[in-house]
């Protein structure tokens, strides 16, 4: 086997000095996202009890028997909300980075495209999310119900209980993303229409093991996430073959 020789100290320094403005860039980007997750972050900190009061009257928790486990959970409380404020906050502004980051590499054509897409990204993000506390205020539901019917009192810890339910929704919001980058990959070209399709029996397996590892105690819970993702899946492709353009057979 020939040995490969590294570069020589000048062709190093042209290597840098070649792409040193696209790491500057890069690096100005990326201290901007952490700027605003940062402040984001501080401010969820803070207001940490209008938020954990928000969600315990947006849950209707009223009935359950919610109480601290330590004398200091307070604290990871506040980091949770803290953590997940600067997370909704700074996704829409670092895919908005990514976007103008790579805005000179793209088309016109495909920069336009990936600019019509954001705002239908932002949106699922929001149902996605929303859709996860749904799923728990239902569990949390038949959690109370069925402690009520057996006569079993219920205790459960807020820090733990209200984590799970950030984190579950913030996981689903992320993960409704999917459609908008299956449709980009279709419309760009870059994987083919009919390679997926025959690929869906992977998808459908890897979906349900994917809802499976979310914080859910329920396998009725983790078929009624899967479900709207697979919906999702194959919305996508059935409105692929109407905005992809058919590639013109080879005579």
């Excluded at 570069?7 to 290597?15: H, N, R």
């Excluded at 997370?87 to 980051?101: C, D, M, R």
């Excluded at 009624?224 to 059935?238: A, C, K, M, R």
Aim: with cysteine; hydrophobic share 55%.
């Amino acid at each position: 086997m020939k040995k490969i020789k590294p570069p020589k100290s000048s062709e190093l320094a042209t290597i840098v000095e070649q792409y040193s403005p696209l790491l500057k860039e890069i690096r100005k980007r990326i201290i901007l996202t952490l700027y605003l997750f940062i402040i984001a972050a501080f401010v969820g900190f803070i207001s940490y009890e209008k938020i954990v009061g928000f969600l315990v009257g947006t849950l209707s928790l009223d009935g359950l028997n919610i109480v601290f486990t330590s004398p200091f959970q307070f604290i990871n409380l506040a980091f949770s909300c803290g953590l997940t404020t600067g997370l909704v906050v700074a996704f829409p502004f670092f895919i908005a980075q990514v976007i103008h980051f790579l805005k000179p590499a793209l088309k016109k054509p495909e920069y336009k495209l990936i600019l019509r897409a954001t705002p239908f990204s932002v949106f699922l993000f929001i149902i996605g999310f929303s859709f996860g506390a749904f799923i728990m205020k239902w569990q949390i539901k038949i959690f109370l119900e069925r402690s009520l019917a057996l006569g079993i009192g219920n205790i459960l810890d807020i820090s733990g209980l209200l984590s799970t339910i950030l984190i579950a929704s913030i996981i689903l919001g992320i993960s409704f993303q999917f459609p908008i980058v299956l449709l980009l990959l279709l419309r760009l070209k870059i994987v083919e229409h009919k390679q997926v399709s025959q690929k869906r029996r992977w998808v459908y397996l890897i979906t349900f093991l994917f809802t499976i590892l979310l914080p859910f105690d329920s396998i009725l819970t983790d078929i009624l996430l899967s479900l709207p993702l697979i919906f999702l899946f194959e919305s996508t492709l059935f409105i692929g073959r109407f905005i992809v353009p058919s590639t013109p057979k080879t005579k």
